[in-house]
């Protein structure tokens, strides 16, 4: 139904992200890492020194005090928020533009994945099991793969995925994987690998649908993000897109109440968030 090479030829060819970028997923994987090395990545990135510092000054980040060095503003942030910071620098001009063929206006599919963000760096308040490092940057580009798979959904294809969903009762993943024969949580796992971003966040990527098969703690907590950011009115979701996994949910040791709460804090911090990325 679509020419899966020239998919694949698409995805590779998509605008690379900021070498800070890959440097910084490469130097924050795990827990153990150099706050020296962060400090000379972000330097040699003046946009994402200058957000670095607009963040750590920011209402949000309840400093009293000015900052106005790399160093004080990581340790203000935390190496998971500048981690989220440096990829969404990177991406967000791409995910700001209209996607119709995932019925997604200018700027939504953007606020999408900033509230999966938000998700993910409030759900270790709620989880009794630890996060990786990982999960914050592989939420903000869990849909990173519909920006190359809209470009192959003409009217036709659109109309059959459509029949499927509705007619036929599949989620909008199990669709893109039965009619097109990949979905775009894989072509963003290959977009991430093109991107030579760690294997870990790669997989959080091709499975925030799927977090059964992952076989990584990852998949289920960008699973939860992704969903959280559903139930926060982001994306354009069908009811069945919305159902949190339960296994997911066990293996996070996430309650329904957590869940909730989760939700509730990420409502809270969404305006306020994306108002700093000019919004």
Same mark, same amino acid.
Request: one cysteine or more; charged letters at 15%.
């Given at each position: 139904?679509?020419?899966?090479?020239?998919?694949?030829?698409?995805?590779?060819?998509?605008?690379?992200?900021?070498?800070?970028?890959?440097?910084?997923?490469?130097?924050?994987?795990?827990?153990?890492?150099?706050?020296?090395?962060?400090?000379?990545?972000?330097?040699?990135?003046?946009?994402?020194?200058?957000?670095?510092?607009?963040?750590?000054?920011?209402?949000?980040?309840?400093?009293?005090?000015?900052?106005?060095?790399?160093?004080?503003?990581?340790?203000?942030?935390?190496?998971?928020?500048?981690?989220?910071?440096?990829?969404?620098?990177?991406?967000?001009?791409?995910?700001?533009? #209209?996607?119709?063929?995932? !019925?997604?206006?200018?700027? @939504? =599919?953007?606020?999408?994945?900033? *509230? +999966? $963000? /938000?998700? #993910?760096?409030?759900?270790? !308040?709620?989880?009794?099991? @630890? =996060?990786?490092?990982?999960?914050? *940057? +592989? $939420? /903000?580009?869990?849909?990173?793969?519909?920006?190359?798979?809209?470009?192959? =959904?003409?009217?036709?294809?659109?109309?059959?995925?459509?029949?499927?969903?509705?007619?036929?009762?599949?989620?909008?993943?199990?669709?893109?994987?039965?009619?097109?024969?990949?979905?775009?949580?894989?072509?963003?796992?290959?977009?991430?690998?093109?991107?030579?971003?760690?294997?870990?966040?790669?997989?959080?990527?091709?499975?925030?649908?799927?977090?059964?098969?992952?076989?990584?703690?990852?998949?289920?907590?960008?699973?939860?993000?992704?969903?959280?950011?559903?139930?926060?009115?982001?994306?354009?979701?069908?009811?069945?897109?919305?159902?949190?996994?339960?296994?997911?949910?066990?293996?996070?040791?996430?309650?329904?109440?957590?869940?909730?709460?989760?939700?509730?804090?990420?409502?809270?911090?969404?305006e306020q968030v994306l108002v700093m990325y000019g919004t």
């Amino acid at each position: 139904m679509i020419d899966i090479q020239a998919l694949t030829r698409s995805a590779q060819n998509l605008e690379a992200l900021p070498a800070s970028v890959t440097r910084l997923a490469v130097l924050t994987t795990g827990e153990r890492w150099n706050l020296q090395d962060v400090e000379h990545v972000v330097a040699l990135d003046q946009a994402l020194t200058l957000r670095l510092l607009q963040a750590a000054n920011s209402a949000a980040s309840a400093s009293a005090v000015p900052i106005v060095t790399i160093r004080n503003a990581v340790i203000r942030l935390g190496i998971r928020s500048l981690l989220s910071l440096a990829t969404a620098v990177g991406v967000q001009k791409s995910m700001r533009r #209209a996607l119709p063929e995932y !019925g997604l206006t200018e700027g @939504a =599919l953007w606020r999408h994945s900033v *509230a +999966a $963000a /938000l998700a #993910a760096e409030s759900a270790q !308040g709620f989880c009794t099991t @630890a =996060l990786p490092a990982e999960t914050y *940057a +592989a $939420a /903000l580009l869990h849909d990173v793969g519909k920006l190359v798979m809209a470009r192959f =959904l003409d009217p036709d294809v659109l109309r059959v995925l459509a029949a499927a969903r509705e007619e036929g009762g599949l989620s909008s993943l199990r669709a893109e994987s039965e009619l097109l024969l990949v979905h775009h949580g894989e072509l963003g796992g290959l977009i991430a690998q093109h991107w030579h971003l760690p294997a870990r966040l790669v997989t959080g990527i091709i499975h925030h649908h799927t977090p059964d098969e992952g076989g990584d703690i990852i998949a289920d907590a960008v699973h939860v993000a992704n969903t959280a950011a559903k139930h926060v009115g982001t994306g354009f979701v069908a009811e069945i897109d919305r159902q949190l996994n339960p296994g997911s949910a066990e293996r996070l040791g996430l309650s329904a109440g957590g869940f909730a709460a989760l939700c509730e804090q990420v409502t809270v911090k969404l305006e306020q968030v994306l108002v700093m990325y000019g919004t």
